[in-house]
C-alpha cells in the first residue's frame, strides 16, 4: 500500500474541521435557544452528530467535484492519487463508522450511499457495504445481500487503481459476495452467496455466477447454445 502523505492528512484534516465547526454552529443556531428540559445535553449532542455528518457529506461532495476520483492506474504522485488517498482518508475516518455497524436501518444507508454519491435506481437497496460509492451505479430493483462487499479500488502492493462497478436492472448480489473494481453485471443477474467476482468481469443478463473465484454457473436466457459452452 502507498503511504498517505502529510499534504493528504493535513488536507483531509482541515476538511474535517470545517464539517465539525459548521456542525456545532448550525446545531447551536438550530437548537441553541429551543427549550429541551431535561434532555438538553443528549439532543444537542445526537443533533450535533448529525449535523456534522450532513456537513461532512457536503464537503465531501465539493472536494470530489474539485478533485475527481479517475478511474484507471493512478499514477504515484498524481492529482488522482491525490484524490483517491483524500477519499480514503474520509472512509477511513468518517463514513466506515456509518456504513459498517449495522447500526442504520437499510433504507436509511440507501440515502447515505447516494448522499456519498452513489447512484441507486429505484427500490434498489444495500445491505452490504459500498467502499467506494461515488463510483457506483445501479439500476432500478437491485439488492446487495447481507456483508457483501463492492469495493472499487485495487491496492495491490505498489498498485493503485479505481474502476467503477455497474448494475442493470433486478440485480442480485448474494449475501457475504465481494465484487472487486471494474465489474458490469447485466439486468436480471444473480452473483451467488459467498461469489468473489475477479476485477473486469463483465456478467451477461440473465447470468448466474458463483464461486471463489466466480465463474458462471447459468447462462442468460437469450444466449445462443454455442455461446454458452465457449466462453467462461
Ligand atoms: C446461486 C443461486 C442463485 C443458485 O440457486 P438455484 O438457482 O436455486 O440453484 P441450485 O441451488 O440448484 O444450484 C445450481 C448450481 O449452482 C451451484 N451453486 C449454488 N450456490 C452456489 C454458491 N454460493 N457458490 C458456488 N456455486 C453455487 C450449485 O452447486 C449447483 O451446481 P451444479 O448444477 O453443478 O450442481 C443461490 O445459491 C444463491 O447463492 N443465491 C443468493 C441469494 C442471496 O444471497 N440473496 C441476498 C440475501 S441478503
Redesign the pocket.
Known sequence: MRQITPAQIATFLVLLALALALGVATTWLVLGRAPLGDFRGVVLVAAGVVFIYLWAFAIYRLFLRVFPLQEGELPEGSRAEFAAQVNILFYLMLFNSLIRTHFLPVPLLRLVYQALGARFGRNSYS?GVLLDPPLVEMGDNC?I??DAALFCHAIEGRRFALGRIRLGHNV?I??TAVVMSDVSIGDGA?V????VVRKGTRIGAGE?W??VPAKR?RPGPDQPVEEIYTSP
Request: charged share 0%; no cysteine.
Open positions: 445491505a439488492i445481500g447481507h442480485t448474494g449475501a444473480i451467488s452467496a459467498g461469489a448466474v458463483g464461486g454457473l
